[in-house]
C-alpha cells in the first residue's frame, strides 16, 4: 500500500534551517509529482510547493519563495524540503502529498511532522 512517512520536524529559533524529508512507498514515485502542505494552528491548509515527477520543475508559495527549496531523489524514493530563514509564521504541521491530475489534487497523504519555530 502507498505510504508517504516524513521527518525531519522540530523546534528551532528565527532564522534557522530544517530539512524535512518524505519517504514514499507502494508506488512508482518517480512517476508522480509531489507537493507540500502545511496546517499552522487553528488554520487550514496551504499548499507549500510542488515538484514534477522528474524534478526539474518547481513551484512555491510568495510565502515561502526564497528561504525554502523542494527537491527529489527518485533513486531513493524521498522528497524534501530545505528550510532556510524560518520565521514564527512558519510554524505548522507539514505533510507530504501525492500528486494526481490536476495541480492540487492529491490522493495521498503523509502524517505530518511538526515545524515550531520560536526563541
Known amino acids: 500500500q502507498v505510504q508517504l512517512v516524513e521527518s525531519g520536524g522540530g523546534l528551532v529559533q528565527p532564522g534557522g534551517s530544517l530539512r524535512l524529508s518524505c519517504a514514499a512507498s507502494?508506488?512508482?514515485?518517480?512517476?508522480?509529482?509531489m507537493s507540500w502542505v502545511r496546517q499552522a494552528p487553528g488554520k487550514g491548509l496551504e499548499w507549500v510547493s510542488d515538484?514534477?515527477?522528474?524534478?526539474?520543475?518547481?513551484y512555491y508559495a510568495d510565502s515561502v519563495k526564497g528561504r525554502f527549496t523542494i527537491s527529489r531523489d527518485n533513486a531513493k524514493n524521498t522528497l524534501y524540503m530545505q528550510m532556510n530563514s524560518l520565521k514564527p509564521e512558519d510554524t505548522a504541521v507539514y505533510y507530504c502529498?501525492?500528486?494526481?491530475?490536476?495541480?492540487?489534487?492529491?490522493?495521498?497523504w503523509g502524517q505530518g511532522t511538526q515545524v515550531t519555530v520560536s526563541s
Open positions: 507502494g508506488f512508482t514515485f518517480s512517476s508522480y509529482g
Open positions: 502529498a501525492k500528486v494526481i491530475g490536476l495541480a492540487g489534487q492529491y490522493d495521498y
Open positions: 515538484i514534477n515527477s522528474g524534478g526539474g520543475s518547481t
